[in-house]
């Protein structure tokens, strides 16, 4: 069965610095996995997509997170923090038929 | 430039009401989707509709109904709703054949007293 597993519920940066938002997935074949963003009170946004392409994925916003089947992860990263970054982040691997499978979520906050 | 747009935003029901969640998108997608969000459980899918004139069930479809109208509108029914169904309902959208929901309603915040 698939899963995913976001290893911090909550990420707390200073802007300008690194953000590093974790996220491991457990899959019996080579998995499809995203990363959606949610800012309060907002439905959720695509920040971008793994399908079997580039190992190294770039997102919106200045995002990219990078594939690594033999540590089963997709850790998400950007090289500098912005306020408009604080929002929910969810990572998120394909189940059977292709349904989502959510992870439970990572609150980034950003420090003035 | 609307998207997907739900209504209502808010609803405050009694248990054992009924209530319809609607939603449109405008970008002729072929499917919807409806999710919950319940705190510290991500999104779950409690149904979908590939394409117009079909739906199937998600991962917690019971207490559930829906209907897809045409190919813009998407509606959930709650036929006699529960405080277990106290949630953040999401209703998305895709052009794609596959279960990737590619945008996403603002959101109908219920609540079941």
């Known amino acids: 069965a698939q899963s995913v597993t976001q290893l911090d519920s909550h990420v707390s940066v200073s802007e300008g610095t690194p953000v590093l938002l974790r996220c491991n997935y457990s899959?019996?074949?080579?998995?499809?996995l995203f990363w959606y963003v949610q800012h309060p009170n907002k439905g959720l946004q695509l920040l971008l997509k793994y399908t079997s392409a580039a190992t190294l994925v770039k997102g919106i916003n200045g995002f990219e997170a990078e594939f690594k089947k033999s540590e089963t992860s997709f850790h998400l990263t950007k090289p500098s923090a912005h306020m408009s970054d604080a929002a929910e982040y969810f990572c998120v691997v394909t189940g059977q038929g292709g349904k989502l499978i959510f992870g439970q979520g990572t609150e980034l906050s950003v420090k003035p | 430039n609307a998207g997907v747009t739900q209504t209502p935003k808010f609803q405050v029901l009694k248990t054992g009401q009924s209530m319809t969640l609607q939603c449109a998108q405008d970008?002729?997608?072929?499917?919807m989707y409806w999710y919950r969000q319940d705190p510290g459980m991500g999104l779950r899918l409690i149904y979908y509709?590939?394409?117009?004139?079909?739906?199937d069930k998600g991962e917690v479809p019971n207490g559930y109904n829906v209907s897809r109208l045409n190919k813009r509108e998407f509606s959930l029914r709650l036929e006699s709703a529960a405080p277990s169904q106290t949630s953040v309902y999401f209703c998305a959208s895709s052009d794609s054949g596959g279960m990737q929901p590619q945008h996403f309603g603002d959101g109908t915040r219920l609540s079941i007293l």
């Open positions: 509709s590939a394409s117009e004139g079909t739906t």
């Open positions: 970008m002729n997608h072929n499917s």
């Open positions: 899959s019996s074949y080579s998995p499809s």
